[in-house]
C-alpha cells in the first residue's frame, strides 16, 4: 500500500494562510488523497479528499501535484480553532479500504 | 442524527477485569471500526467490520473481541484488561470509504484507564 509522509509540526499565525504538505511517491492512479484532522480531545474528522484535480470546500483547499506525488492542504486563514493534528492518508478507488490507518500526522500549532 | 455514539466515555478498570465498549451508529453504514490512540501517536486499528455478521482484524488485536449482531452496533470486548490496554479509543463508521470515496464518521472516544 502506498505511504504517506508529513511534517511533525508546523506553526502558523492567526488569520494567515498554512500550507500543509503530505508526500505519497509511490501513490497509484486510483488513490484517492484524503485529509482528516483530530482537535485536541476528539475524534477525527474529515477535511477534504481529491483525486487528481484541486479540490475547496468550506473548510479547506486541497493542491495536488501534477504527478499526484504530493499534495498540499490549504487553510486560508487559520484560526485558533484549527489548532489540531493533520492526517493524509490515501484510498484506493473501488478498493477494499477496509485496514485503514492513520500514521502520526502534522501538529499545527496556531499562534494568537 | 446523533452520528457515532461511544460509552462510556470514561472509564477505569483494574487488571483482569473485563467490560465492552458500546458502539452505535444511525446513519445506516456497513462498515465500522475501533481505533485505539496512545499519547503521541496516531490511530491504530484494532478490528473492523464490513456488516452484520462479518467481522476481521486490523492492526493490533490481541486482547480484544468484537462481534457485529446488527448494522447498528459495534461494541469492543476486553476479555482480561492490561495495563498496556490503557489508551482512548475510537469507534468509527462509513458508508463509502470502503470505495475510497467517502468519509469515516468519528465517536467522540472512550478514555480507559487499567490499573
Known amino acids: 500500500d502506498a505511504k504517506t509522509t508529513q511534517p511533525n509540526s508546523m506553526e502558523s499565525n492567526e488569520e494567515e494562510p498554512v500550507h500543509l504538505p503530505c508526500n505519497h511517491s509511490?501513490?497509484?492512479?486510483?488513490?484517492?488523497i484524503h485529509w482528516y484532522r483530530q482537535l485536541p480531545s476528539q475524534g477525527p474528522e474529515y477535511v477534504i479528499h481529491?483525486?487528481?484535480s484541486n479540490v475547496n470546500n468550506r473548510m479547506a483547499s486541497l493542491a495536488i501535484a501534477e504527478d499526484r506525488k504530493s499534495s498540499t492542504l490549504i487553510l486560508h486563514r487559520a484560526t485558533l480553532r484549527d489548532a489540531a493534528v493533520y492526517y493524509c492518508?490515501?484510498?484506493?478507488?473501488?478498493?477494499?479500504?477496509?485496514?485503514?490507518?492513520f500514521g502520526k500526522g502534522t501538529l499545527l500549532t496556531v499562534n494568537p | 442524527n446523533a452520528g457515532v455514539t461511544q460509552t462510556p466515555k470514561f472509564q477505569v478498570l483494574k487488571t483482569g477485569q473485563s467490560m465492552t465498549l458500546q458502539c452505535a451508529q444511525d446513519?445506516?453504514?456497513?462498515?465500522m471500526s475501533w481505533y485505539r490512540q496512545d499519547p503521541g501517536m496516531g490511530l491504530r486499528l484494532i478490528h473492523y467490520?464490513?456488516?452484520?455478521?462479518?467481522?476481521d482484524q486490523g492492526e493490533v488485536p490481541n486482547g480484544y473481541n468484537v462481534s457485529r449482531s446488527t448494522t447498528e452496533d459495534f461494541p469492543l470486548r476486553l476479555l482480561s484488561a492490561a495495563p498496556s490496554q490503557t489508551s482512548v479509543y475510537f469507534c468509527?463508521?462509513?458508508?463509502?470509504?470502503?470505495?475510497?470515496?467517502?468519509?469515516?464518521?468519528f465517536g467522540e472516544g472512550s478514555r480507559l484507564t487499567v490499573l
Open positions: 446513519m445506516n453504514h456497513e462498515y
Open positions: 467490520s464490513v456488516g452484520a455478521g462479518i467481522t
Open positions: 468509527a463508521s462509513s458508508y463509502s470509504a470502503g470505495l475510497g470515496t467517502g468519509e469515516l464518521f
Open positions: 492518508i490515501l484510498l484506493k478507488s473501488g478498493g477494499s479500504n477496509y485496514k485503514l490507518t
Open positions: 481529491g483525486l487528481t
Open positions: 509511490t501513490i497509484s492512479g486510483t488513490d484517492y
